[in-house]
């Protein structure tokens, strides 16, 4: 890892962006780096968008400028195309559950394909931009789309750009799930950590 590592997760409310950024920030935090975060805004309500901030090694402010986000997590497609346009780096990663939650009312009648939001990113110069169906994963393994974001950090921890072991990272896991939902939690993301080779 370089001096600091800067990474978004965004999303909707209800869909654990929170939770996985807590999780990203706990699991960096116990192999021994610095670590700040932030959510914005600190409180929403359910389909509001959400991104948190987590920011890892010689760093000494929750957020960061525009253009400078290393690894962007995306829970939902649409809103990550918004954020990332402001946030993601063109040296970056970019990191995209292929499911879009239809809410209404969207500024446009519907949300835009999945393939669209691809070509978007591509266009703004994203050099990296991974994707799987988290949504489906999830549902898969767990019955349910509720680790949807384990899903995706998983799929994260796979990329290598997080200086997190797969060990340290399903601990926290277990230490920060509710009780109710710590297997399915370490199930789904030991299931994105593969989705890639699927």
Not at 36 to 46: A, E, G, I
Not at 83 to 112: C, H, M, Q, W
Not at 128 to 136: L, R, T, V
């Amino acid at each position: 890892m370089e001096k600091e590592l800067n990474i978004i997760v965004c999303g909707l409310g209800g869909q654990g962006v929170v939770m996985a950024a807590r999780i990203l920030g706990e699991a960096a935090f116990s192999e021994g780096y610095r670590v700040l975060t932030t959510d914005v805004p600190p409180v929403t309500q359910r389909f509001e968008c959400l991104h948190s901030f987590v920011r890892v090694g010689d760093v000494y402010s929750e957020t960061f400028p525009e253009g400078e986000a290393d690894l962007l997590l995306g829970l939902d497609a649409v809103q990550a195309l918004k954020i990332g346009a402001v946030f993601a780096s063109e040296t970056g990663t970019v990191l995209l559950n292929e499911r879009i939650i239809d809410i209404k009312p969207y500024p446009s009648p519907k949300p835009p394909p999945f393939e669209e939001i691809i070509k978007e990113f591509s266009r703004i110069g994203v050099a990296e931009i991974k994707h799987c169906n988290a949504s489906d994963i999830s549902s898969r393994e767990t019955g349910g789309i509720a680790s949807a974001n384990m899903v995706m950090l998983g799929l994260a921890c796979a990329t290598g750009k997080i200086p997190v072991g797969k060990q340290c990272f399903l601990d926290t896991i277990r230490k920060l799930s509710p009780r109710q939902f710590v297997e399915s939690n370490c199930v789904a993301f030991e299931a994105g950590l593969n989705a890639l080779a699927s």
